[in-house]
């Protein structure tokens, strides 16, 4: 059963940028695309535990900082379809308070 936590305002996260955010003992990476979507993630690479905050966006495709692949951060599958990462529904609140769903 997933449950709702809140994370915090949208406007922590720059527009094109990461954050990494701890909730009840697990780390999450959460991105904010340049056209206002947001995303959540597992916070480390399944390859090399990488940063995933720490990497480059474009869209909706995240690139991995350490090793460079790419993630879509909608499915989290990777291009090559290999270590395909966790994504978490996030959604926004009309006061931009960014609400996680966790299992």
């Known amino acids: 059963m997933a449950t709702s936590h809140k994370i915090g305002a949208v406007t922590q996260i720059p527009e094109g940028e990461g954050r990494t955010f701890e909730i009840k003992g697990r780390r999450l990476a959460v991105f904010r695309s340049r056209d206002g979507r947001v995303f959540a993630t597992q916070a480390e690479c399944p390859h ?56």
């Open 48 to 103: 090399r535990r990488g940063p995933l905050a720490d990497g480059l966006l474009g869209g909706i495709t995240l690139v991995c900082p350490l090793h460079e692949w790419r993630f879509n951060l909608a499915t989290g599958q990777t291009e090559n379809g290999l270590c395909p990462i966790s994504v978490y529904p996030l959604k926004l609140e009309t006061d931009g308070t960014m609400i996680v769903e966790l299992p």
